[in-house]
């Protein structure tokens, strides 16, 4: 069956958004009396949505235990986490070589464009803009635009719903774990790109479809398919 859906992830898959992330948790870290943390670390929390982000930052580690923090404590440096995010105006952010291209020539082809990102919604338009990409997606969900997020397979299907297309005929492309499995969730076919932002660990191990190292790669791949 053609392909007819391309589902996109955002940070870590065509945008590298570490650099204003981090200076954002460090700014949170720092208002609230705490040691700001390496940017390498840092990137290893990045991909579960900013709450996720902000109890890791709190704990200092990937792993939080349950009752580990208090959910008050965490509102409130979600808050201050929001508020030096909106601050940086995305200054850092940039798309990865080739996407900006790449995510053209696939549109040219004939592919819908979408984007399911666990990335808070209201901050996600004006990054679209800031690279001229506000009209590529036909459909943008945000990790806080329905109840659950990925890898819970529901934002993709969801987008499948709205455009009437069926799962078998759309694609999902990620660089984390999140991204594959909310594809193979939704029995939808999930290209890896190894390149972004998965806790250390290599995409291939969790057998996505096909998986590449570079952008340019996966879009040579797309339209030969």
Same mark, same amino acid.
């Given at each position: 069956?053609?392909?007819?859906?391309?589902?996109?992830?955002?940070?870590?898959?065509?945008?590298?958004?570490?650099?204003?992330?981090?200076?954002?948790?460090?700014?949170?870290?720092?208002?609230?009396?705490?040691?700001?943390?390496?940017?390498?670390?840092?990137?290893?929390?990045?991909?579960?949505?900013?709450?996720?982000?902000?109890?890791?930052?709190?704990?200092?580690? #990937? *792993? $939080? @235990?349950? =009752?580990?923090?208090?959910?008050?404590?965490?509102?409130?440096?979600?808050?201050?986490?929001?508020?030096?995010?909106?601050?940086?105006?995305?200054?850092?952010?940039?798309?990865?070589?080739?996407?900006?291209?790449?995510?053209?020539?696939?549109?040219?082809?004939?592919?819908?464009?979408?984007?399911?990102?666990?990335?808070?919604?209201?901050?996600?338009?004006?990054?679209?803009?800031?690279?001229?990409?506000?009209?590529?997606? #036909? *459909? $943008? @969900?945000? =990790?806080?635009?329905?109840?659950?997020?990925?890898?819970?397979?529901?934002?993709?299907?969801?987008?499948?719903?709205?455009?009437?297309?069926?799962?078998?005929?759309?694609?999902?492309?990620?660089?984390?774990?999140?991204?594959?499995?909310?594809?193979?969730?939704?029995?939808?076919?999930?290209?890896?790109?190894?390149?972004?932002?998965?806790?250390?660990?290599?995409?291939?191990?969790?057998?996505?479809?096909?998986?590449?190292?570079?952008?340019?790669?996966?879009?040579?791949?797309?339209?030969?398919?």
């Amino acid at each position: 069956m053609d392909k007819q859906l391309l589902i996109f992830d955002f940070d870590g898959t065509l945008i590298d958004s570490v650099p204003d992330l981090a200076d954002a948790t460090n700014a949170m870290l720092t208002t609230l009396g705490k040691t700001p943390y390496p940017l390498d670390s840092i990137r290893n929390w990045v991909g579960n949505g900013s709450r996720m982000l902000v109890e890791r930052a709190l704990v200092g580690k #990937i *792993e $939080v @235990l349950e =009752g580990e923090l208090a959910k008050e404590a965490v509102d409130h440096a979600e808050q201050v986490f929001f508020d030096a995010y909106s601050k940086m105006g995305g200054s850092k952010t940039v798309a990865y070589p080739n996407v900006d291209s790449g995510l053209k020539k696939l549109q040219a082809a004939g592919y819908k464009l979408a984007l399911v990102t666990n990335k808070p919604i209201r901050f996600v338009p004006k990054i679209l803009q800031s690279f001229g990409w506000q009209d590529l997606f #036909i *459909e $943008v @969900l945000g =990790g806080d635009s329905l109840p659950s997020k990925k890898p819970d397979p529901a934002p993709l299907l969801h987008v499948c719903k709205a455009l009437n297309i069926n799962p078998e005929q759309t694609v999902m492309i990620g660089d984390s774990r999140n991204d594959i499995l909310a594809g193979q969730n939704a029995n939808m076919d999930t290209l890896g790109l190894s390149y972004g932002y998965n806790y250390g660990q290599d995409i291939r191990e969790l057998n996505p479809t096909e998986a590449f190292d570079d952008f340019a790669s996966l879009v040579d791949y797309l339209l030969k398919s």
